[in-house]
Structure formats: structure tokens, C-alpha cells
């Protein structure tokens, strides 16, 4: 998971406009100052990256099991649809 972790934190960091070292699990989206568009295109960025579909609705929170909360629950979120995408290939 290191791979997909530092992949999804680079992601977030660039729409920041931060170093991802500066990004951490623990941080808060609505702290690293992420608007909804922000989270759009976050979204849009992994998907293109892990070649996956995140169910995300705006109005909706923990969307298909997944928190956008802390980057870490979006680390983790996408490496569960990951996880499930790799399964159904098995």
C-alpha cells in the first residue's frame, strides 16, 4: 500500500499546491483548505491514475464506504476500490 498511499498523497498535495511531504494521513481536507471542486478533481486524478471509479456524490458523505474526511481516509478508501478491482480480475 505504500505505492497507492504516496500516489494519493502526491495527488492531493499538487491540487494544494504543497510538497507531499508536508501531507499527512492525519490531515483534515477541510484544514488543507480542499473546496468541493478541489475534491472533484482530486477524484478525477486517482481515478485516471488507478484506472477505477470512485462513487463520490458532494451531497452525500461516506459515499460507497468511503470518507473523504483526512487524507488517510481517502488512502484508504481507494485502496479498498482498488483492492476490489483487483480481485474481480482474479
Known sequence: MAGLESDVIEIIAKQVNREPATVKREDRLADLDIQSLDVAEIIFAIEEKFDIEV???ANE??????NFDTVG????GISKLAARKASKKS
Open 55 to 57: 462513487p463520490y456524490n
Open 61 to 66: 458523505t461516506n459515499a460507497a464506504g468511503i
Open 73 to 76: 481516509d481517502v488512502v484508504d
